[in-house]
């Protein structure tokens, strides 16, 4: 949980609790660990994204980038992880304009805040056991 | 944005509950979306609120599961790898099924674009991205509620539209403060016209109202507006393409709560069918099945208010009475289908002699039914034919009818591929000359028509007085000559038979006569064809045979040398077979010896049906009576029967006698027919003998009895008493 305090401490929310809790609250006894399902989900899948954002950057394959910015965006900002989804959503933006340019999240920025939402998320996870 | 399968999660994709699962009894959801996470909080959420759903990872393999479970309600991710969100939900609705499925699209709330989109291509509502979970559940059923009642809606409305086009009920409405009026589509369509292809209004409606019916249907809605009722009224609507319907129109008002109208509305049914179902019963009732004219009962209606009309204004009708002449022989030969052909032919062209423009003299007048309907053909019954002609001017134009009917009809007819001829026999009555009601009118042109067969069919005859005189002449005969014989004025007189070379009398033929008690004495030349029509003839020939057996047992009684006594049997007597016992009466009850009694039979009856008359004459043979072969030379005789039948006596017809001995050929005949006798072993009598001359070459050549004015004309039995003392007569010219 270090990576947890630390985005807390830092003053900016890596993950907003309100989304995990509707989740939560849709758990019942026939899912009774879905919230834990769609993380694992979650963190499954996004490695994949992240590398077809990192290849499409490399190529300046814009529909590649926006495709796979667009899923980021969309499942992060399902977990609440916002500010993550916000940075997905620019380059999503700037990949549908064609606008490629400096101001454009860097491909390390964006892997830097996974990493923090992925830290929250596996925190979640463990202390849902 | 990668199909779930790349995913590696261990949910696949299109897994669900099958829908024959027990359970799987709440509304059923299709869930789209490559994302699993987010297919799976969806499926949890709507599980929760009783959903039973279906997931899809792509658009082609949603399509596929949705003909399969045909979903209550769809939820669609916009944006999927190959067939996107758009185009999907654009397919769906391309489907019959998918018209009225809800459709939910996840669009982002950052994108206002893509939820114009989504509505474009037929979604109902958005869904957007990140989802409110606490709330889905709850949208998605409301959603549901509200299309269910959409859909209910317009299930209502086809299954009414279904029903009025079943029904063809057309319905409208109009809304009086905004003058807007609305009809149903099977309204357009009972005015034969595409809907909405006019605005409707009254007036648009009026046009396509036939004229004579639009008074009417003004008057109606004047009613409407005015009082509570609409008329119901069967009204004709004159199609765009010329076609007429007939339509039931219906209408009510409605009122708002200060009772001022605000709304009519009403239906309009098509039942045109109805009307001809009641036609067609009508034309079974009122027509002829075989030729489709008039029957007698829908002939004499017409009749009637014909004669009503024609008393009314004067007016003059003719009535035609028709019968063809060899219908029956026709029927018999070539059967029944072919006569009812024959029967149908004929009326066609009784049809067209009547329409024919050279018919009628007032042609192009007004007529009282309204159409073409100066004349009217029925058939009445088996060969019976009837006309009507209203509006005659001229007696003669009945006439005029009836001998174009007599031509048409005289023309070959082609029946069962043979070309056979009839005629026919016409009687004509005419109001008001002979009779001013529809009975008497029909019999009298009935009984016309009869006269007209009796003048040898094939012409026509009207009834007039003097025919209706000659009617009642001969129906008063009838009455009088039965009472005759009840009252006893019929009498005999008797012709004596004389061996001309001795002057003995040998037999005396019973002639009848009628003392009428105002006509004085009828001559049989008057009675005895009225008689043989009648069937009085068999009762009169009885009375002839047990009173000439009395008279001349009462001779016998009193001492006379016996003669015998002949009468003559009618034609009638002989062939319907009671003539036997009428003769074995007449002998019991007189006690007439048989040997006395001889019956004259003419020629032409006994070779009529010759082994019949063996077989009869046989019997009276039996009895002991004598047979005479009257009239002989006049008929055609056959030899070999002759000779077979048990007669005693033949008598030459008097034609035969009347030119002896001048005229050689019937010298000859004379000649012939006594040597032919004689060798047939028959007595020969000669009647009609009133001269010596004729006498002197009868008895030259053999004949052996004479019967004649020269010895005696007939006379009453009171006149025999001297002449049978003495059994001899002189002839009239040596007794002078």
């Not at chain 2, 590696?8 to 996470?37: F, H, R, Y």
């Amino acid at each position: 949980m270090p990576d947890s305090k630390r985005a807390v401490q830092s003053g900016r929310e890596v993950l907003d609790s309100t989304a995990l809790e509707a989740i939560r609250s849709l758990q019942s006894d026939s899912a009774p660990r879905l919230l834990a399902q769609v993380v694992q989900i979650y963190l499954d899948s996004t490695p994949a994204l992240i590398e077809q954002l990192r290849t499409g950057m490399r190529t300046s394959d814009h529909d590649a980038i926006r495709a796979a910015a667009h899923s980021l965006k969309s499942s992060s900002a399902n977990l609440g992880a916002n500010t993550f989804a916000n940075l997905c959503r620019s380059v999503e933006m700037a990949a549908r304009d064609g606008s490629m340019g400096p101001d454009v999240p860097a491909i390390n920025v964006v892997e830097h805040e996974y990493a923090a939402v992925r830290h929250a998320l596996e925190a979640e996870l463990e202390a849902m056991g | 944005m990668r199909a779930s399968s790349a995913t590696g999660a261990p949910t696949s994709a299109g897994s669900g509950p099958n829908p024959g699962e027990p359970g799987a009894v709440g509304p059923v959801a299709l869930i789209v979306d490559d994302d699993l996470a987010m297919r799976l909080l969806i499926r949890q959420t709507l599980e929760r609120v009783g959903f039973a759903c279906h997931e899809a990872d792509n658009g082609i393999a949603a399509l596929e599961r949705f003909d399969q479970i045909a979903p209550d309600i769809v939820l669609l991710d916009v944006v999927m790898p190959g067939m996107n969100g758009y185009a999907l939900c654009s397919e769906l609705r391309r489907r019959p099924t998918g018209a009225f499925v809800p459709i939910l699209m996840l669009t982002g709330l950052d994108d206002p674009d893509s939820i114009n989109r989504a509505y474009e291509v037929g979604a109902t509502d958005f869904i957007s991205k990140p989802i409110n979970w606490g709330i889905l559940g709850h949208r998605i059923r409301y959603i549901l509620r509200a299309n269910q009642a959409f859909s209910d809606l317009e299930k209502n409305r086809e299954s009414l539209e279904n029903a009025q086009r079943i029904a063809h009920l057309g319905s409208w409405e109009w809304e009086l403060p905004r003058d807007t009026v609305h009809w149903s589509d099977e309204t357009y369509r009972i005015l034969g016209i595409a809907p909405d292809a006019i605005a409707p209004s009254f007036s648009a409606f009026l046009h396509y109202v036939h004229p004579d019916d639009r008074d009417a249907v003004q008057e109606s809605m004047r009613r409407l507006l005015q009082m509570r009722e609409f008329v119901g009224q069967v009204v004709r609507i004159r199609r765009q393409d010329g076609g007429v319907r007939h339509a039931q129109l219906q209408g009510v008002r409605h009122l708002d709560s200060a009772g001022s109208i605000t709304r009519l509305s009403g239906t309009i049914q098509d039942v045109t069918e109805i009307k001809e179902a009641e036609e067609r019963i009508r034309h079974l009732a009122y027509y002829d099945a075989i030729t489709g004219l008039p029957n007698r009962q829908f002939f004499i209606e017409r009749l009637q208010q014909a004669l009503v009309h024609a008393k009314r204004y004067q007016r003059l009708l003719g009535l035609l009475s028709l019968d063809l002449d060899q219908f029956k022989r026709i029927n018999d030969t070539l059967g029944h289908s072919a006569g009812n052909e024959l029967l149908l032919s004929v009326s066609q062209r009784l049809s067209d002699a009547v329409r024919a423009p050279d018919t009628f003299a007032h042609e192009g007048k007004e007529t009282i039914f309204g159409h073409d309907m100066a004349s009217t053909v029925a058939r009445l019954g088996g060969d019976e034919f009837s006309l009507l002609i209203t509006e005659l001017t001229h007696y003669h134009d009945a006439a005029k009818v009836a001998r174009r009917m007599l031509e048409e009809l005289r023309k070959p007819f082609r029946v069962a591929k043979q070309e056979v001829f009839v005629s026919v026999s016409v009687g004509l009555a005419l109001y008001p000359l002979d009779g001013d009601d529809a009975e008497t009118l029909i019999k009298n042109a009935g009984a016309a028509m009869h006269f007209a067969k009796d003048q040898g069919r094939d012409n026509y005859q009207f009834y007039s007085r003097a025919m209706n005189a000659t009617a009642l002449e001969k129906l008063s005969m009838e009455a009088q000559l039965r009472r005759a014989l009840e009252r006893d004025e019929l009498l005999l007189h008797y012709q004596p038979k004389i061996r001309p070379a001795t002057g003995e009398i040998v037999g005396l033929e019973a002639l009848i006569r009628w003392e009428h008690p105002e006509l004085g004495l009828v001559s049989p030349a008057q009675f005895i064809p009225l008689a043989e029509e009648t069937g009085l003839i068999v009762p009169l020939g009885e009375w002839v045979l047990l009173n000439a057996c009395r008279q001349n047992q009462d001779w016998q009684r009193l001492g006379y040398p016996p003669v015998h006594v002949a009468v003559n049997i009618a034609s009638l007597h002989f062939r319907q077979g009671t003539l036997g016992q009428s003769v074995a009466t007449a002998l019991q009850k007189s006690g007439l010896h048989p040997s006395w009694l001889e019956l004259e039979v003419t020629e032409s009856m006994l070779m009529d049906s010759a082994e019949t008359t063996l077989a009869t004459l046989s019997t009276l043979k039996g009895m002991g009576v004598r047979l005479a072969i009257d009239d002989f030379g006049t008929g055609y005789s056959s030899l070999s029967y002759l000779k077979r039948f048990p007669l005693d006596t033949l008598k030459i017809d008097r034609s035969f006698v009347k030119d002896l001995p001048h005229d050689a050929e019937d010298a000859a005949i004379a000649k012939a027919i006594i040597a032919m006798a004689h060798s047939l072993k028959l007595e020969v009598v000669a009647e009609g003998v009133e001269t010596a001359e004729q006498l002197a070459f009868l008895q030259q050549h053999g004949c052996d009895l004479v019967q004649g004015f020269l010895f005696s004309k007939p006379m009453a039995a009171a006149a025999f008493h001297d002449v049978l003392s003495g059994k001899k007569l002189k002839t009239a010219a040596g007794g002078r």
